[in-house]
């Protein structure tokens, strides 16, 4: 499928998401994706953030590509079966195991715990690091074969974020245009 016939939604995960996070970045390059901006970015309710990506799909005309980071991965996970009609695909980068105690100081994970294992209705890609702080590398395993995902290993690359150095992500761009050609 190409990138130009999709509307890509963007899915960023908890806290801020800064000015040279790669998202922002592609969002800048693809004119057809968007960001998803959630509330309460620092105490996220699934309630409400699942709410926020169900208008975001439903409001777009053509199909839909999900790329999340963090725990909006785990969000994918939680509304899977909810967006499966418009969803064509779902790219999630660095997955982070909210079923771990003390994952953040100031968050306990809510109720996205625990992590949905329930297989995804669409094709869908895990990039995981080797030295994630979020995620181990045996976890990042488990939730891509319990996802029905394939899996990529970005190598250490931390959290794959702006804070880890990955602003413009060009490895991730190409990585995702590659897993844009398996989708029917």
Known sequence: MKISETDILLIPGYGKLLPSHWMLRWQEKM?????????????????????????????????VVLVAHSLGTILVAHGAHVLKDKIRGAFLVAPSDWDRDNLVSDFDGGD????????????????????????????????????????????????????????????????????????D
């Open 31 to 63: 004119a057809n994706a968007r960001v998803v901006k959630q509330k309460k970015l620092r105490t996220p309710s699934k309630k409400d953030w699942l709410e926020t990506l169900v208008k975001e799909v439903e409001a777009c005309e053509r199909p």
């Open 112 to 183: 996205f715990r625990p992590v949905p294992t329930d297989p995804l209705p669409f094709r869908s890609h895990v990039v995981f690091s080797q030295d994630d702080p979020y995620c181990t590398v045996e976890r990042s395993h488990t939730f891509a074969s319990a996802w029905g995902s394939t899996i990529q290993d970005a190598g250490h690359a931390g959290h794959i974020n702006a804070q880890s150095g990955h602003g413009p992500w060009p490895e991730g761009l190409m990585s995702f245009a590659h897993f844009m050609k398996k989708i």
